[in-house]
């Protein structure tokens, strides 16, 4: 029934699946690039998710940064609101 189709280019492609059928070494030799087919998406989408996680983790570390510069400026505010002497603050800087 598939060998009867009537569109060139199908029934090209159809003698080649038979071909390849036939073919031990070219039944591998699909496998295996299916494989690396295969292999290459898991390695990109390994790729994208630790780039992620990277700019998560460096999200982050800004984030932290700029709250302790956050705070050390309100404590030094609220230091010198209070009347603490500036050769103590810088003392303690």
Request: aromatic share 2%; charged share 35%.
């Amino acid at each position: 029934m598939l060998k009867q189709a009537e569109v060139p280019a199908i029934s090209k492609a159809i003698d080649g699946l038979y071909v390849m059928n036939d073919n031990d070494r070219l039944k591998e030799l699909a496998r295996m690039r299916e494989k690396a087919m295969h292999d290459r998406a898991s390695e990109l989408e390994e790729a994208i998710l630790t780039g992620e996680e990277r700019g998560i983790a460096k999200g982050m570390e800004r984030g932290i940064a700029k709250g302790r510069a956050e705070g050390i400026a309100d404590l030094l505010a609220r230091m010198a609101a209070d009347g603490v002497p500036e050769e103590i603050i810088r003392k303690y800087l």
